[in-house]
């Protein structure tokens, strides 16, 4: 089929729910073009042209004049470079006609529909078995791009990043293994507890003939085998001290807090160890997620401590210390909580790691009370120096 550069250049309208637009990607000489994988095109009866997306987005082009209908089936078909287009669609190369069809396809560029071939752009430390084990998650990284190249520089940073993982229950097993799955680069497994039987119901990594073994061998193992892209720090041991947080979290890029005990006072001593180290940190606490520690951000959980201890006046400091003597407790579990708090905070973690976005629970708090999470602006407390210059805090006693 040939059409003349005149239709190339016809102009036509996208509608469609409100997407944020990228930047007008430049198209170099040579530069293949493709879908994204998270849009599908449909040719609908009545000649439109409709643009499904795997986020309940869509767009749509009510009359797309055939030049365009034509460029992208062949982009569909081949993935091609916008020369090639040329060729097929006009019989020529020439510059003039391929920013006609640039032009042509730029609504779509910058929806993010049609967008550069990203193995083009692979660098020299993403083989083909990392390519192939990550290729989904590369795509999904290219979808929050702005830039071309991102998704590589996104997978690169988790690649690089060390997090700790304190607690191996049901949420910080669960947690392990996302964050393997999304390619963290390091995990150190804290927790010196042994599996049991009565938490299988929601520590469901473990098996019952694991009873009495380590959780972090058993889970350690499990991921060695699950991913050998992520390097595992074993540390089977309870965190008793904020020596023993130091120790747990040095060299962390992130802290994630699933461990429960001593009550509070852990929480107090990650909380201080983590601003003097300027380490960020997330945990769950009291049926939520966060608020997110940042260096120099306000939200933090002395700010979330302060806000309980203008609740409960000067019961506060009794209520933590009974908390803390309190050896064994019971309370009612069920596995979509675990689970819940796994998912969010893995989302959370990549975000921070990767720049790509502001965590939610960076100055807020999810709260999961199921089957409904919210989100609650959390702004710090005023009390609560967590803004101030790094590095300022004392260690706890």
């Known amino acids: 089929m040939t059409t003349t550069a005149t239709a190339v250049g016809a102009r036509f309208g996208v509608v469609g729910r409100s997407t944020a637009e990228r930047a007008v ?18 040719e609908l009866a009545d ?39 040329a060729e097929q669609v006009v ?71 060390s997090v700790a993982v304190i607690g191996l229950g049901g949420a910080g097993s669960l947690l392990a293994l996302a964050l393997a799955a ?7 497994l804290v927790d010196g507890d042994t599996v049991e039987v009565s938490n299988l119901t929601r520590q469901v990594l473990y098996s019952p ?47 994630a807090v699933c461990a429960d005990a001593p009550r509070f006072t852990l929480n107090r001593w990650i909380d201080a160890v983590c601003k003097k180290s300027a380490v960020p940190y997330l945990g769950a606490f009291a049926g939520s997620v966060g608020p997110m520690y940042r260096p120099k951000s306000p939200g933090c959980f002395s700010c979330f401590e302060q806000q309980l201890r203008d609740e409960l006046g000067g019961r506060h400091d009794m209520v933590v210390d009974a908390l803390a003597a309190k050896r064994s407790w019971r309370y009612p579990a069920f596995v979509s909580g675990p689970l819940t708090v796994a998912h969010l905070m893995t989302t959370e973690i990549v975000l921070q790691l ?10 807020g708090v999810m709260r999961y009370q199921h089957p409904t999470t919210v989100v609650e602006p959390f702004p710090g407390h005023p009390a609560c120096d967590c803004s101030a210059t790094a590095g300022a805090a004392g260690m706890p006693s």
């Open 47 to 85: 000649g439109s042209l409709f643009f499904d997306s795997t986020y309940a987005d869509h767009r749509v082009i009510s009359a797309p004049p055939e030049a365009l209908r034509f460029i992208l089936r062949i982009i569909e078909d081949s993935r091609p470079t916008l020369e090639a287009v």
């Open 209 to 255: 003939d694991q009873s009495g073994l380590s959780k972090a061998d058993c889970l350690a193992e499990r991921l060695e085998r699950f991913s050998p892209y992520t390097q595992y720090m074993i540390r089977r041991q309870y965190v008793s001290s904020p020596e023993d947080v130091r120790d747990c979290v040095e060299g962390a890029d992130f802290v």
């Open 182 to 188: 999304a390619g963290v680069g390091r995990l150190t």
């Open 91 to 161: 019989g020529d190369r020439t510059p003039a006609t391929v920013a006609r069809i640039e032009r042509l396809l730029s609504p779509l560029t910058k929806a993010g529909i049609v967008v550069p071939l990203r193995d083009e752009q692979r660098p020299g430390w993403a083989d083909d078995a990392l390519v192939e084990r990550f290729s989904t998650q590369i795509e999904w990284l290219g979808t929050l791009s702005a830039t071309p190249h991102g998704h590589w520089d996104y997978l690169a940073r988790l690649r690089g990043a």
């Open 25 to 42: 990607v430049e198209s170099r000489p040579g530069q293949r073009w493709q879908f994204s994988t998270q849009w599908e095109m449909l």
């Open 354 to 363: 990767t720049g790509i976005a502001q965590p939610s629970s960076a100055g």
